[in-house]
């Protein structure tokens, strides 16, 4: 079975620090994992994904996460936060050949001025 | 700008009145997902689509609610009864075939059942 965990409901972080929002999954074979954002009143947008290759991955607004497989981890990261990061951040994984994803219970990022 | 468009954007009705949504995809994106989401409950799945088979609707409360694509640019959720406990935010997503393709979705649903 396949699932994610995100295991602060809430980070909140000064802006120009940096911040780590973070996800560890479990699945039975090699993963696809995902980073989506979700400001308010809005859909999800897609943020990142790691397939395979490079562990560090980068994707949009200066976001990046790093794939550590030994530690079933894939932790979202930004060197300076903003304010306009703040939003609710979804992680979710799925397998090869896999039809959806598995989606984590979200984590509220909190960029404080 | 290719993008989910999803309709209506708010809807509240009284219990027991059906409810239809309905979503029109990207183009050229053959996976379509239905989601729900609440405070409660967070972000569920309740249906999905390729090729506009139905793969998945276990996430669905069968005795009401339905899913179905009439073709490729629509898909519909619909609720018959709805009850106060469905007023959630549903969204639609789509997506290229292959697991590793990242889901666009939409603006979502707001669905309050008085």
């Known amino acids: 079975a396949q699932s994610v965990a995100q295991p602060e409901d809430q980070v909140n972080v000064a802006e120009g620090n940096p911040l780590t929002v973070k996800c560890t999954y479990s699945v039975s074979g090699n993963p696809y994992l995902f980073w989506y954002v979700q400001y308010p009143n809005r859909g999800l947008q897609f943020l990142l994904k790691y397939i395979t290759g490079d562990n560090l991955v980068k994707g949009s607004y200066g976001f990046e996460a790093e794939f550590n497989k030994s530690q079933t981890s894939f932790h979202l990261k930004k060197p300076s936060a903003l304010v306009s990061d703040s939003a609710l951040y979804f992680c979710?994984?799925?397998?090869?050949?896999?039809?959806?994803?598995?989606f984590g219970t979200g984590t509220r990022l909190t960029v404080i001025p | 700008d290719a993008r989910v468009t999803q309709t209506p954007r708010h809807k509240v009705t009284e219990m027991g009145q059906e409810v239809t949504m309905r979503c029109q995809p990207i183009?050229?994106?053959?996976?379509v997902f239905w989601y729900r989401q609440t405070m409660m409950q967070g972000l569920e799945l309740l249906a999905y689509f390729r090729n506009r088979a139905p793969l998945d609707d276990s996430g669905m409360p069968k005795d009401r609610f339905s899913a179905e694509m009439p073709d490729a640019t629509l898909a519909t959720l619909k609720i018959q009864p709805s009850e106060p406990r469905d007023s959630a935010v549903y969204f639609c997503?789509?997506?290229?075939?292959?697991?590793?393709?990242?889901?666009?979705f939409g603006p979502g649903t707001r669905l309050t059942v008085l």
């Open positions: 997503a789509s997506a290229r075939e292959a697991s590793y393709n990242e889901q666009f």
């Open positions: 183009l050229g994106h053959n996976t």
């Open positions: 979710a994984v799925t397998l090869t050949g896999a039809n959806n994803l598995f």
